[in-house]
């Protein structure tokens, strides 16, 4: 459905997962039940506790990536380069104009801040505006009540409950609670409120970098042709 794609923010870059990414994912999610217990990531199960079981996470994701035509970021923390979680493109269907956003965690400082929030904008904000998306739909265990209340949060109207939805890797039957926002929904209030929870001057933020990042394609795209057509003319008198 898509290219492998990098989304910026003003707190976080969002960019594919690769295997050097372990030693930080490791840092960030070693050890840690809370993520793990409600966590699908394959035929894995169980607290991952070392850094081959994290290699062969990554292992695994980018295996469903190549597979299914989805993609695993790793949400990077600007202030210091460093992966602090993971987010996913998921259950991606280009006939019907639809994907899934899942997969998601994140190290424990990087919780209840707008770390999550921010990554989602800026999920919604290229399904919706760059991919043409007609819905983005979440899915949350049903024991899972912080995540269904973090979902909430980001304007997404709950859909109901799939009985019997996954079936894990231990045998236990998971229900899940489905939720989605509509194309129409993200243009009309979602995005505005979203942009509000950021905090004063993050729309402006977006604006200015969006226009950046446009301006800087352009002038790669324009240094491209001149230098396949032959029409750049950089002086070479002064090169001795």
């Not at 035509?69 to 790793?74: K, L, P, R």
């Not at 899915?139 to 079936?167: C, F, K, P, T």
């Amino acid at each position: 459905m898509f290219a492998p794609i990098t989304l910026t923010g003003k707190h976080i870059i969002l960019r594919p997962i690769c295997f050097d990414d372990v030693y930080d994912l490791a840092q960030a999610g070693q050890g840690d039940a809370e993520i793990w217990n409600n966590i699908f990531y394959g035929q894995m199960h169980g607290v991952l506790s070392t850094r081959d079981e994290f290699q062969t996470y990554i292992e695994n994701m980018l295996t469903v990536d190549a597979a299914k035509s989805e993609q695993t970021f790793a949400v990077v923390h600007r202030t210091n380069n460093r992966v602090i979680g993971v987010t996913r493109y998921m259950s991606t269907h280009k006939t019907h104009r639809w994907l899934e956003i899942g997969g998601t965690w994140y190290a424990k400082e990087a919780r209840r801040t707008a770390i999550n929030t921010e990554s989602k904008f800026l999920l919604l904000s290229y399904a919706f505006e760059e991919l043409r998306c007609v819905r983005v739909q979440f899915v949350a265990d049903v024991r899972n009540e912080r995540s269904q209340q973090a979902i909430e949060r980001l304007g997404a109207v709950r859909e109901g409950i799939v009985r019997n939805h996954r079936v894990l890797p231990d045998g236990y039957r998971r229900s899940s609670v489905q939720y989605s926002i509509l194309e129409e929904e993200w243009h009309a209030t979602v995005r505005a409120k979203l942009i509000e929870r950021l905090g004063e001057g993050y729309g402006d933020f977006i604006t200015r970098l969006r226009q950046y990042e446009l301006q800087s394609a352009q002038a790669d795209n324009a240094s491209f042709i001149n230098l396949q057509y032959g029409t750049h003319r950089r002086s070479t008198e002064n090169i001795r």
